[in-house]
């Protein structure tokens, strides 16, 4: 059973930097695509960033060169590094894991596993 489990959020002023964490259980950060979702309220769910099995990384526009995404599989964990951070990353933001054939940033409803979300808030 996947279970995901994030940490690390908290508020910031605009400029500064976070890093989220998310541990996993058993093997599944070295066999799943593992990805970080964000929704604001009233928005949708937006992929942000993911990692493959192989380690090869994809970001979504708005956060390139600002975010990076890493992981540690004998820690079992993930890691959301976010620098120069604006008020429009206000989000909850889930760590999330999909099998490897639905890996693909621009759908991440198809991202079967979430955690329990952890709140980023910029001003």
């Known amino acids: 059973q996947v279970q995901l489990v994030e940490s690390g959020g908290g508020s910031v002023q605009a400029g500064g930097s976070l890093r989220i964490s998310c541990e996993a259980s058993?093997?599944?950060?070295?066999?799943?695509?593992m990805g970080w979702v964000r929704q604001a309220p009233g928005k949708e769910r937006e992929g942000v960033a993911l990692i493959d099995r192989d380690g090869k990384t994809a970001y979504v526009e708005s956060v390139k060169e600002r975010f990076t995404i890493s992981k540690d599989n004998a820690k079992r964990t993930l890691y959301l590094q976010m620098d120069s951070l604006k008020p429009e990353d206000t989000a909850m933001y889930y760590c999330?894991?999909?099998?490897?054939?639905?890996?693909?940033?621009?759908?991440?409803?198809?991202?079967?596993?979430w955690g329990q979300g952890t709140q980023v808030t910029v001003s």
């Open positions: 058993g093997d599944t950060i070295s066999t799943y695509c």
């Open positions: 999330s894991a999909a099998p490897p054939r639905y890996c693909d940033i621009n759908y991440p409803g198809r991202f079967g596993y």
